[in-house]
């Protein structure tokens, strides 16, 4: 019997910035404060099980709870909109079920999943001495307007987003960014909200329609961008039980990334639909190997050197693709974090370099 949770007030299937006053200081106090320990420098100090994080160690996982608290809040905005509620379907709802019957559920189910990534990796880092991440002071933006969203402050912004849709292109090549490679976008959603804004985008099914396309894409964007940085960062970790810890939280992205490829093809296979500009034409029709929608396994591709054999993996893996100062430059060239301070940008770039510069003991 799975365990039961709830986000909405409904009964469902399951499927802290540091702590401690950094955050008054902004984000120069918070590079002191991160900084200024007299430990050794970045992966030069053992960690074993039930022993102290390295300093390496410590910037992965306080990397990966910031990217989990942003994932929690984009998530969450979704999922009070279009994921499993206790009132009548409205129809952003009604435009998932019509990419997947199941399309409410997977948008809670991977809600729950986010908030419990962040939940557990602040909690192991209190559990070993180390500073949380609490980013609740830049709560400050305003979300959907739209019946069942709620009035208050978030991290992230969804209605003026700049999708990247190259991952859909990427998985289906034999090409591997790591080598070089570049690849086009599958589409071009330039500046466009993946939520109802307001009631008045319930009324044309046609327009609501698009915003749920337009979010599915967002969906596979968001998990492939996590399942690349877990794989990164698990080649910095040094400790064993931190190298447990990415990869079985990455694992778990790597499921949603899985899912949210097959819901996305699900929104180009049909007849194709136009709503201010912006057409989701069937990607099948005329056949296009580069953008066939039940190719939803990655391609082999090139891997490790490109006189080997071509193999199904993960990509990218690298720093350069991969790593956490690439996610907040994708994340931000997005649009997620429109009308973020300064300060949050500081505390974000921060974490990430400091995750990036993790490098494994010996």
């Not at 102290?52 to 990397?63: E, V, Y």
């Not at 809670?108 to 001495?129: C, I, P, Q, R």
């Not at 190298?243 to 194709?272: K, Y």
Request: net charge negative; aromatic share 8%; glycine share 10%.
């Amino acid at each position: 019997m799975e365990k039961q949770a709830r986000i909405t007030g409904d009964p469902l299937n399951r499927r802290s910035f540091m702590r401690g006053g950094l955050v008054a200081g902004g984000a120069a106090a918070m590079g002191v404060g991160l900084l200024s320990s007299n430990r050794p420098a970045f992966g030069q100090d053992s960690d074993d099980r039930g022993r102290d994080l390295s300093r390496g160690d410590s910037a992965i996982l306080r990397f990966l709870a910031a990217a989990e608290l942003i994932e929690a809040d984009l998530w969450t905005q979704y999922a009070e909109l279009g994921g499993v509620t206790g009132s009548a379907m409205n129809a952003y709802q009604t435009a998932f079920t019509n990419l997947d019957g199941d399309g409410m559920q997977y948008i809670t189910s991977n809600t729950l999943d986010e908030v419990s990534h962040s939940d557990f990796l602040n909690a192991y880092l209190e559990s070993k001495g180390a500073d949380p991440v609490n980013l609740d002071a830049f709560r400050q933006l305003q979300g959907s307007k739209a019946t069942g969203a709620k009035n208050i402050g978030r991290l992230t912004n969804l209605m003026h987003l700049t999708v990247d849709t190259s991952w859909y292109t990427r998985y289906r090549s034999t090409t591997n960014p790591d080598f070089g490679a570049t690849f086009p976008q599958a589409l071009n959603i330039n500046n466009r909200s993946a939520i109802p804004v307001t009631d008045a985008d319930f009324d044309n099914s046609t327009h609501i329609q698009a915003i749920a396309d337009i979010a599915a894409f967002h969906f596979g964007s968001i998990e492939q961008g996590g399942t690349s940085l877990y794989a990164a960062m698990s080649q910095k970790a040094s400790g064993a039980e931190v190298l447990e810890i990415t990869l079985g939280i990455g694992g778990s992205e790597i499921a949603h990334f899985l899912e949210w490829v097959d819901f996305a093809g699900n929104a180009v296979q049909g007849p194709p639909i136009t709503d201010q500009g912006l057409t989701f034409p069937n990607f099948n029709n005329p056949p296009n190997p580069q953008l066939q929608t039940n190719l939803i396994f990655p391609i082999p591709c090139e891997f490790i050197n490109p006189n080997l054999p071509k193999c199904a993996v993960i990509r990218p893996l690298t720093d350069q693709n991969a790593g956490a100062v690439a996610a907040v430059k994708s994340l931000t060239g997005s649009g997620l974090f429109m009308g973020q301070s300064k300060q949050f940008f500081g505390t974000l770039q921060q974490l990430a370099i400091e995750a990036d510069e993790a490098r494994r003991s010996s």
